[in-house]
């Protein structure tokens, strides 16, 4: 059997920039001669995605409970379909969100249970957790205000107080999982967040024993 890949996701507020950082991070490794699969949640899979429009489509209601089955349902979609077989074949497998997101959001922004929702991520990820994790840290009122250009979801349309409440839950996770969590100041330039979450990268690569080669200088992809 080829051997188990590695699991890296990005996590963050509303417009910490993640989404442009896996993507780079993405593009970076390739060029180093990985194999990729860059995914993203909720979605990741047409199921996956049709439950996306429905957890995102702005001016309905829903419970704590609702929306964290909803993303229990699309992610055990995901990681069975995607995330699983790209495991099993050395992939670097790459996440815009996962489980911190469900735990941040629907745990410490809407208050369900933590440990309840601890025990059903376990049965919708199969046991799979990342082996490294970027936080994105910003406070939520400069992500909103960048984030202002672009679509607007359900969640954006929550109150500041709400996104504080993930931000600070997102530094108690990260605090309880130190070393699968980096931490990262978001309010900093792209280059040097991508130049650290690279070389951070690479170096969990190297001592996975997957990447032998030095450390390069990060390069802006065409
Ligand atoms: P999206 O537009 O992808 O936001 P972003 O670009 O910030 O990732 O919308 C995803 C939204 O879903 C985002 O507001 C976070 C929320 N979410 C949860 O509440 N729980 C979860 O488990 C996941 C995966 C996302």
């Known amino acids: 059997m080829a051997r188990w890949g590695f699991f890296i996701t990005f996590e963050g507020v509303e417009g910490s920039g993640k989404s442009t950082l896996a993507t780079s991070l993405a593009h970076s490794l390739e060029s180093l001669g990985f194999q990729v699969v860059l995914t993203r949640e909720p979605g990741g899979t047409p199921v996956g995605e049709e439950i996306r429009t429905v957890l995102l489509r702005r001016g309905q209601e829903m419970e704590g409970w609702t929306e964290a089955f909803l993303f229990f349902a699309a992610r055990y979609q995901h990681v069975r379909r995607v995330i699983l077989p790209a495991l099993q074949n050395s992939r670097i497998v790459i996440s815009d969100r996962f489980s911190d997101s469900t735990f941040a959001y629907q745990g410490f922004g809407r208050g369900v249970p933590l440990r309840l929702l601890q025990r059903l991520n376990k049965l919708a990820t199969l ?5 490294l994790t970027f936080l994105i840290d910003l406070p939520p009122s400069e992500g909103l205000r960048r984030k202002n250009q672009g679509e607007i979801t359900r969640f ?19 605090h309880r999982a130190k070393k699968r969590f980096r931490v990262l100041d978001g309010t900093q330039p792209l280059d040097t967040l ?26 802006l992809n065409p």
Do not use: C, M, S, V
């Open 127 to 131: 046991g799979i957790q990342p082996n």
């Open 194 to 219: 991508q130049q650290e979450i690279l070389e951070t990268t690479l170096r969990r690569l190297r001592e996975k024993g997957k990447y032998r080669g030095p450390i390069p200088p990060y390069h």
């Open 156 to 174: 954006e349309d929550e109150k500041l107080r709400f996104h504080e409440r993930i931000r600070e839950g997102y530094l108690k996770l990260a």
